[in-house]
């Protein structure tokens, strides 16, 4: 089954340290993608990728980073430097930019 | 520049009709509409071209207004699965294949029995 899968659901991390996010998509998909989702803000892109070992900030890439140095894999690090790293992230792919978006199921971080 | 839906949230009873709006401040050249239910994924529902017909989707259909630049999504006979926040997305930029869907903060959907 083609699909894409993020890890792990939950997250908690203390305040201070990075974590990283994975993403996996078997879709054969060039471009993937990372949202923030916060109640009431809709979905903000955090960085995009639409091939291999070249990525995009988005709206609100400021204290994450990431890598493409596979096709089928975008993990995000959401480092120290990102003042309020609670919230939903949101992996997704598609064939192109403008296509049909395919999400993962949601990494729910929680810093305490 | 985000797209701004209309209205921020609907309350309606199994059986009664909705209708979402998606306006741009700017020529739209396609328009994608998602639902999602909460605490999961986003799921797509469909795109509307610019010049393309009307979509539709069991009882969810849109239309695509390239003159008031705006989509709308109409649930007809809404059903409890229908309950959820809906999000429509326009590209960026244009028609340029490379160019990334921004999406607008959601309508949030619930269906009473």
């Known amino acids: 089954d083609g699909g894409i899968t993020q890890s792990p659901k939950y997250l908690f991390r203390k305040e201070g340290q990075n974590v990283t996010l994975s993403c996996e998509q078997n879709l054969n998909h060039d471009a993937m993608y990372w949202y923030r989702q916060d109640p009431g803000q809709g979905l903000r892109l955090i960085y995009y990728s639409q091939i291999v070992n070249d990525f995009q900030k988005g709206d609100i890439a400021e204290g994450y980073s990431v890598s493409r140095e596979k096709k089928e894999s975008f993990p995000l690090t959401v480092t120290s430097a990102q003042k309020n790293p609670t919230a939903f992230y949101l992996c997704?792919?598609?064939?192109?930019?403008?296509?049909?978006?395919?999400f993962g199921p949601g990494t729910r971080l929680t810093v305490l | 520049q985000q797209p701004v839906q209309s209205p921020q949230a609907v309350i309606l009873r199994e059986g009664e009709d909705a209708v979402i709006n998606c306006s741009s401040s700017?020529?739209?050249?396609?328009v994608h509409w998602y639902r999602q239910k909460h605490g999961e994924a986003p799921v797509f529902l469909m795109i509307l071209l610019k010049g393309g017909e009307q979509k539709g989707h069991e009882k969810i259909s849109a239309s695509f207004n390239e003159k008031k630049q705006q989509s709308s999504l109409y649930l007809t006979a809404s059903q409890l699965s229908y309950s959820g926040t809906y999000f429509c997305g326009t590209p960026r930029a244009g028609l340029n294949r490379d160019d990334k869907i921004i999406f607008g903060k959601g309508t949030r959907l619930h269906i009473l029995p």
């Open positions: 700017k020529a739209l050249y396609s």
């Open positions: 997704a792919s598609s064939i192109g930019g403008v296509g049909e978006q395919f």
